[in-house]
């Protein structure tokens, strides 16, 4: 019964709070997160489907935590020199971090269906290593489905991450392009 009474109050707190506009974190269902590195010698593609993001409409708060192992190679030994103590080391670091906040909040409306320009401000972590980020992005939203696109460049060496001359030096970019997309439903 007192199960019965408390699910009833927290639907009607639930109902309540959405009738009067507020609305709650977002978390994302559906990540997907590749890195692109072009260079003479070869291309290189990488992707995660395991990331985690969560976006608060009501702060404009926005977390992405992407587990490293988590991406995958054409050629596994791409993957093996990725995820190397010489390259990204992702046993000691198994996540990069994203922290930050939507700063044009108050041109993206949550609840009504659009496509809005966003403006995300914070640090981003790899390697251990925390660097200010103010990347750009679009935010979708339709019906009760939300989703982030934003494709940004991240210089390697400013995360720590060095090249020792040969492979696989020559076969990745100084700078690779990092595409976002997520699917958000409310929490």
Do not use: C, R, W
């Amino acid at each position: 019964m007192k199960t019965a009474k408390l699910f009833l109050t927290a639907t009607l707190i639930l109902v309540a709070a959405t009738s009067f506009g507020q609305t709650t974190k977002l978390v994302s269902s559906k990540t997907h997160i590749k890195f692109y590195s072009h260079t003479t010698v070869e291309d290189i593609q990488a992707n995660n489907y395991s990331s985690v993001s969560t976006i608060d409409p009501s702060t404009g708060d926005v977390v992405f935590s992407v587990t490293m192992q988590g991406f995958e190679f054409v050629k596994a030994l791409m993957q093996k020199h990725f995820n190397n103590e010489k390259f990204l080391d992702t046993k000691q670091f198994p996540k990069a971090k994203l922290k930050g906040k939507i700063t044009n909040l108050s041109e993206i409306n949550f609840t009504k269906d659009g496509e809005y320009s966003a403006t995300v401000q914070g640090e981003l972590t790899v390697k251990g290593v925390t660097k200010p980020v103010n990347e750009k992005g679009t935010i979708v939203v339709k019906g009760n489905k939300i989703e982030v696109q934003s494709t940004f460049n991240i210089t390697l060496a400013d995360y720590g991450i060095t090249f020792v001359s040969g492979k696989p030096s020559s076969n990745i970019a100084k700078i690779v392009e990092v595409t976002v997309h997520a699917e958000y439903m409310p929490e």
